[in-house]
């Protein structure tokens, strides 16, 4: 993957300050009990939604660019081809990534660097708070890559129903 000079500027110029929860929701469907329940015929769907990102000024102490990513995992039933999967459990997170600016950056390279390398920071959040998760809803483990990038797209879905 080569790098353009926008998001180089970009990556040269933010300095992260800060990653944290800032929404979730988790649940089973009504009936269902995960720890007695055959996983075999289900499948997990994942999300990675870039929200929004946000420059915003700090109050005599410069610019701040807030990243906003929504994260999930869901357990489906599949279904007839046209109809909707049953889902049987999901959790959902929004986590923020903020960082500040150290040089002026364009807009392209902020844009970039918001698809691009925001998840660098939030992933690991990510992952262990999906598998805190599952382990408290007696979900199967799942184990996800190191990292994975949203550029990348390998079978994740766009978007979940909310």
């Known amino acids: 993957m080569t790098i353009s000079s926008d998001l180089q500027q ?3 110029g933010l300095q992260i300050q800060d990653v944290y929860l800032r929404w979730t ?6 009936g269902f009990r995960p720890q007695y329940e055959d996983f075999s015929a289900m499948h997990l769907q994942q999300m990675y939604v ?3 990102a946000e420059v915003f000024e700090i109050d005599g102490d410069g610019q701040l660019l807030q990243v906003q990513v929504l994260l999930g995992a869901r357990w ?5 081809e046209g109809a909707e999967p ?3 459990a999901l959790i959902e997170a929004e986590f923020i990534a903020e960082y500040r600016f150290t040089t002026e950056i ?3 390279g902020i844009d970039e660097f ?3 390398n925001a998840s660098y920071h939030v992933w690991p959040y990510w992952r262990e708070y999906l598998a805190a998760q599952t382990e408290r809803l007696r979900l199967p483990r799942v184990v996800l890559p190191v990292m994975q990038l949203p550029h990348h797209k ?3 879905q766009s978007e979940l129903p909310q």
């Open 10 to 12: 970009a990556i040269d």
């Open 25 to 30: 929701h988790s649940e089973c469907a009504e």
């Open 50 to 52: 870039l929200k929004r």
């Open 76 to 80: 489906v039933l599949s279904a007839p």
């Open 86 to 88: 049953e889902v049987k």
């Open 106 to 108: 364009v807009q392209v």
């Open 114 to 116: 918001s698809q691009k």
């Open 154 to 156: 390998l079978q994740m």
